[in-house]
């Protein structure tokens, strides 16, 4: 559901906002990207293989402890992007961009407390919770979305309010439904040590993860223009109908992955982890192949004729996305055996390829430039996890 209906708002994003306009979206969304990684590899990912381990008697206090963690850093977040946003106007003011300085920090403090809601329903085995937030969300966005298509029309302020106006109806309800949790203290700083030791190279692989295939996106926007940024974006949100597939896996791998481990070692794991690259990867393939075959048909059926000059984008995507599908078992593999520092070297690797190539290769080749540039930046994360995961399981076991 939240894959669908991300799928759908943004084909209409695209659609309405045109492909300029829609790569000016794009690059201010980034930043919220930005800092929703750091989130990620700081909160969300510790208390996916964490929490699963927690006693019964610890768990109200651990997830309490983590949801104050969230709140602060949230708030962190909130002040930083407003402000930074603000003061561009002193100092690039060409980018005209000012007025999204409110709009875009109320998307970001939403959606990030939206997203942990989430998580935590789901690493609770609350799913039913987790769906009901995120109908909230993401369905209440596609809706507000199609009414306002028909009476206004669509800028990147209002997309943005939008967003924070459905996140924030969703973190109301997650909140009244979330149960007994409790903090103190001491707990904190417990929770607080053990989530830095788990994510401390989680975070230095976030930064990194923006030094290297992200950069290429915003390269091309900088050198090629808004609408280079927009062409990449509208390519990667057809293959984004392989977040149903991601999305749901994202929610339970790592927390299932941690609790075979604990209770059945590598060989457990193991299995599951094959499991997981099969039917996974056997969906988003078929994905990826109608993608490659038909590549004009879908940007022209999907977005109109200002999009449907960029089919070998989409082609370029399908690839790269066979590649993505693969690190998730790899890093929850990772994770379940509390093993993060091969992703902090495997991004060290994929920002030292980005430094060196990526002006390079998108002055000389435009957009197959950008694209050839993230696919080899994943063939390079991806060798790098399966290397440290197989290497691990032989330190460990034999």
């Known amino acids: 559901m939240v894959s669908g ?4 708002t943004g084909i209409l994003f695209a659609r ?12 201010a969304w980034m930043a919220i990207l930005f800092f929703n990684s750091f989130q990620q590899a700081g909160i969300i990912a510790p208390m996916m293989s964490i929490g699963p381990k927690q006693p019964k008697n610890k768990e109200a206090s651990y997830y309490g402890t983590v949801l104050i963690q969230q709140i602060i850093f949230s708030l962190i977040c909130f002040f930083s992007l407003w402000l930074g946003v603000w003061l561009s106007d002193f100092f690039k003011p060409e980018w005209h961009i000012q007025n999204l300085a409110l709009p875009l920090a109320a998307a970001l403090l939403a959606w990030q407390l939206q997203d942990f809601l989430r998580r935590f329903f789901f690493v609770r085995d ?4 987790a769906f009901i937030n995120d109908t909230v969300s993401y369905l209440g966005q596609l809706i507000l979305l199609l009414i306002l298509i028909h009476s206004t029309d669509l800028n990147s302020a209002l997309v943005l309010w939008i967003i924070a106006g459905t996140s924030a109806l969703a973190v109301v309800f997650g909140l009244f439904k979330i149960g007994n949790i409790t903090s103190s203290s001491d707990i904190f700083g417990k929770v607080t040590r053990n989530h830095w030791h788990f994510s401390k190279w989680l975070l230095a692989s976030a930064l990194m993860q923006w030094t290297s295939g992200n950069y290429f ?4 926007g900088g050198i090629l223009g808004p609408s280079s940024a927009g062409a990449l974006k509208a390519a990667q949100n057809i293959m984004g109908a392989t977040h149903v ?6 929610n339970i791998v790592p927390a299932r992955a941690s609790y075979y481990f604990s209770h059945g070692g590598w060989n457990l794991l193991r299995d599951y982890l094959k499991k997981v690259t099969f039917w996974g990867g056997g969906c988003t393939g078929v994905l ?6 038909f590549p004009e048909f879908l940007l022209h059926l999907l977005y109109g004729t200002e999009f449907q000059n960029y089919s070998y984008v989409l082609q370029w995507y399908a690839i790269i996305y066979l590649f993505i599908f693969l690190g998730l078992p790899l890093r929850a593999g990772l994770r379940a055996m509390e093993y993060s520092k091969p992703i902090f070297v495997s991004y060290c690797l994929m920002t030292a390829f980005t430094a060196a190539t ?11 430039g950008a694209t050839s540039g993230i696919l080899c930046t994943q063939l ?5 996890l399966a290397y440290a995961l197989l290497r691990k399981r032989k330190c460990e076991f034999i």
């Open 217 to 220: 996106i915003i390269c091309a």
């Open 358 to 368: 990526a002006n390079l290769l998108i002055d000389n080749l435009g957009l197959i």
């Open 288 to 293: 990826a192949i109608v993608a490659m075959l």
């Open 245 to 250: 597939i991601f999305q749901g896996l994202e």
């Open 126 to 129: 609350q799913g039913g919770l």
């Open 5 to 8: 209906a991300n799928f759908l």
């Open 16 to 27: 309405f906002l045109g492909l300029e306009e829609y790569g000016r979206f794009t690059l």
């Open 380 to 384: 390079i994360y991806q060798f790098s």
